[in-house]
């Protein structure tokens, strides 16, 4: 082997097993993009900076990663300018889309011009700015050239995690494919990543937001619940920090975390950190803003004991 390649292992491999990990959580970011970039600049630089002392193997964002779109594209700049400094860092990252991320919502959050459902789906700049080469950990997809709906996988904890994405109020077709994806990896612990799941009142919502196709307790019925993988679901969209378990049809436990601050403050510059512990069976949750440099210590802060992961194959 290669003495550079070797050393880079060596270096890089205790991060892959560590027991304990770290995974920052984006909250919608529409607020921070468009009018103060300085609170999502300083999460992603503070991401890149504590990599090592957190063991940050991957990073999430719930989706509403823009306002809207304008003939200049600022907002998607400022995203893309952002996650850049996730690229040079090696930091790889997944991106739900939310519905202020397609052709539904205009100037000021109105409903754009046109079949406001068909519009959802439209998410051409999300696309040209953050391509399917930009997604390091990506490993397929339900549309080519697309990740509206995709799914990536990781190493941490000396367990295998495949993290799913999931388009807003998802259309019956990508559920299909995503039942498949989930089926095929039954030795990773599997994160469904969403814009919108969970009510401010922790409730799994009964509603598709009035444009989208399946509403989320469709989506949980049918993809969620009957998985025997998935441990965490985590979404956004709705201003408020919530979660909730449930036991899925195969006994394991769903872990569903909420959180979004865009009315306040933009946001604050808030990330949702979650910490796994795979050898004390703990996920521990809290919500800091590296802008501030402050935790909240309100009900967003909470913590998970008895997990039960999913054995990584080469351990059964």
């Given at each position: 082997?290669?003495?550079?390649?070797?050393?880079?292992?060596?270096?890089?491999?205790?991060?892959?097993?560590?027991?304990?990990?770290?995974?920052?959580?984006?909250?919608?970011?529409?607020?921070?993009?468009?009018?103060?970039?300085?609170?999502?600049?300083?999460?992603?630089?503070?991401?890149?900076?504590?990599?090592?002392?957190?063991?940050?193997?991957?990073?999430?964002?719930?989706?509403?990663?823009?306002?809207?779109?304008?003939?200049?594209?600022?907002?998607?700049?400022?995203?893309?300018?952002?996650?850049?400094?996730?690229?040079?860092?090696?930091?790889?990252?997944?991106?739900?889309?939310?519905?202020?991320?397609?052709?539904?919502?205009?100037?000021?959050?109105?409903?754009?011009?046109?079949?406001?459902?068909a519009n959802l789906r439209v998410?051409?700049?999300?696309?040209?700015?953050?391509?399917?080469?930009?997604?390091?950990?990506?490993?397929?997809?339900?549309?080519?050239?697309?990740?509206?709906?995709?799914?990536?996988?990781?190493?941490?904890?000396?367990?295998?995690?495949?993290?799913?994405?999931?388009?807003?109020?998802?259309?019956?077709?990508?559920?299909?494919?995503?039942?498949?994806?989930?089926?095929?990896?039954?030795?990773?612990?599997?994160?469904?990543?969403?814009?919108?799941?969970?009510?401010?009142?922790?409730?799994?919502?009964?509603?598709?937001?009035?444009?989208?196709?399946?509403?989320?307790?469709?989506?949980?019925?049918?993809?969620?619940?009957?998985?025997?993988?998935?441990?965490?679901?985590?979404?956004?969209?709705?201003?408020?920090?919530?979660?909730?378990?449930?036991?899925?049809?195969?006994?394991?436990?769903?872990?569903?975390?909420?959180?979004?601050?865009?009315?306040?403050?933009?946001?604050?510059?808030?990330?949702?950190?979650?910490?796994?512990?795979?050898?004390?069976?703990?996920?521990?949750?809290?919500?800091?803003?590296?802008?501030?440099?402050?935790?909240?210590?309100?009900?967003?802060?909470?913590?998970?004991?008895?997990?039960?992961?999913?054995?990584?194959?080469?351990?059964k």
């Amino acid at each position: 082997m290669n003495k550079t390649i070797l050393l880079g292992f060596l270096l890089f491999a205790p991060l892959l097993w560590a027991e304990k990990f770290t995974l920052p959580v984006f909250p919608d970011t529409q607020c921070a993009v468009n009018r103060n970039n300085d609170l999502f600049t300083s999460q992603v630089q503070w991401i890149a900076a504590n990599r090592s002392a957190l063991n940050i193997p991957f990073v999430l964002h719930v989706g509403d990663i823009v306002d809207w779109d304008t003939p200049d594209h600022r907002m998607w700049k400022n995203a893309s300018d952002g996650f850049a400094v996730l690229d040079k860092a090696g930091i790889p990252y997944a991106l739900a889309v939310g519905n202020h991320d397609g052709g539904a919502v205009g100037p000021g959050g109105s409903a754009a011009p046109g079949n406001v459902r068909a519009n959802l789906r439209v998410t051409t700049e999300f696309n040209a700015f953050f391509p399917v080469s930009r997604f390091t950990a990506q490993r397929g997809r339900f549309a080519e050239g697309r990740s509206d709906n995709a799914w990536y996988t990781f190493k941490a904890g000396g367990l295998d995690w495949l993290v799913l994405t999931l388009e807003f109020c998802a259309r019956q077709q990508p559920v299909d494919w995503a039942k498949t994806m989930l089926a095929d990896h039954p030795a990773h612990n599997v994160i469904v990543l969403t814009h919108f799941h969970l009510t401010s009142k922790g409730e799994i919502s009964q509603r598709n937001a009035g444009y989208g196709d399946l509403s989320p307790q469709q989506v949980y019925d049918q993809l969620i619940k009957p998985s025997a993988n998935v441990l965490l679901v985590v979404s956004g969209h709705v201003d408020s920090s919530a979660w909730r378990a449930d036991k899925g049809e195969k006994g394991n436990r769903i872990y569903q975390i909420l959180q979004d601050y865009q009315t306040t403050d933009n946001g604050g510059g808030y990330l949702r950190l979650l910490e796994v512990d795979t050898s004390a069976r703990t996920i521990s949750a809290r919500m800091y803003s590296p802008h501030y440099d402050l935790t909240k210590t309100d009900a967003s802060q909470f913590s998970f004991s008895g997990v039960t992961f999913v054995a990584a194959a080469s351990s059964k």
